[in-house]
């Protein structure tokens, strides 16, 4: 029975990834969140209450409370687990749609939030990985993929300008190359580490956005539109979720897969 672990499957993609994954009941799927009762109850409501699947509560930044997880996760699995996909982030809404030069003018807020966005999305997620890895070595698949971003990408960055996100799309980018380095130690034990952007999905960021905010949105989508003239906007969790779990399927070790960063296509075309 393939066991999982997904973090953040309160919501969003994280919720998707729960929802997919449990749909083969010889799957075991335990889904970390910061609230356990609301997301029992989603799960009650939503997937029918599926056994398969198990919540367990903690806050990703807090080390003490996953290195509970990962003994819980233990018990659940018998010692091994074969998927970490850590899926949990700070994506920022205050840096979400000015360019890094106008948020300089709030210095202290800039400070601040960067640093979050270092603390959840590199910091939390390197102990993450550092206190499944001895489950993961156990596993018999031994795969875990960090949910990353085409913004990470110098790339799109300098040739169509993308100037929004600047926090988020750094604190990725060092995310990317913690996952290499782990892949680097780790690949001659048969573990699997990848970085995977699983495109633009709707998760509802834009609901609360300002008039000014969503003006700032509808030039970024132009910029994307100048990269794919395909992209005709934000597409399904459900069709994002279903997407990165094929790349995840068909990388391997032996095809030279480990510590790539990649699209939900597979390779570095991001939209």
Same mark, same amino acid.
């Given at each position: ?44 409501? +939503? ?64 400070? +601040? ?77 048969? /573990? ?51 997407? /990165? ?27």
């Amino acid at each position: 029975m393939p066991s999982y672990v997904i973090t953040g499957v309160s919501r969003g993609l994280g919720f998707e990834f729960l929802r997919q994954i449990s749909q083969d009941p010889n799957n075991v799927v335990i889904g970390i969140v910061r609230d356990k009762a609301s997301t029992i109850k989603k799960v009650s409501e +939503e997937l029918n209450g599926r056994s398969n699947i198990h919540i367990l509560q903690a806050d990703i930044t807090k080390y003490d409370e996953i290195k509970q997880v990962v003994q819980d996760t233990a018990a659940i699995t018998g010692g091994a687990l074969d998927y970490l996909v850590a899926n949990a982030a700070y994506v920022s809404k205050w840096d979400a749609w000015d360019p890094i030069g106008i948020l300089g003018n709030k210095p202290q807020e800039l400070e +601040e939030d960067l640093l979050k966005s270092f603390k959840v999305n590199v910091v939390a997620n390197i102990h993450l990985l550092n206190q499944f890895m001895p489950l993961i070595l156990k596993g018999n698949v031994k795969k875990v993929i960090v949910l990353s971003t085409g913004n990470a990408d110098l790339d799109p960055i300098r040739l169509f300008e993308t100037d929004n996100g600047a926090g988020y799309a750094m604190s990725k980018a060092a995310m990317n190359v913690a996952v290499a380095k782990f892949s680097a130690q780790y690949r001659k034990h048969g /573990v699997l580490l990848m970085s995977i952007c699983p495109g633009l999905a709707d998760t509802g960021q834009f609901a609360d956005a300002t008039p000014e905010q969503l003006q700032a949105a509808a030039g970024l989508m132009g910029k994307f539109r100048e990269y794919a003239p395909h992209f005709t906007g934000p597409g399904s969790p459900a069709d994002a979720v279903k997407a /990165v779990i094929s790349v995840w399927e068909k990388a391997s070790v032996e095809n030279g897969d480990g510590g790539s960063f990649v699209s939900h296509y597979g390779n570095k075309q991001w939209l």
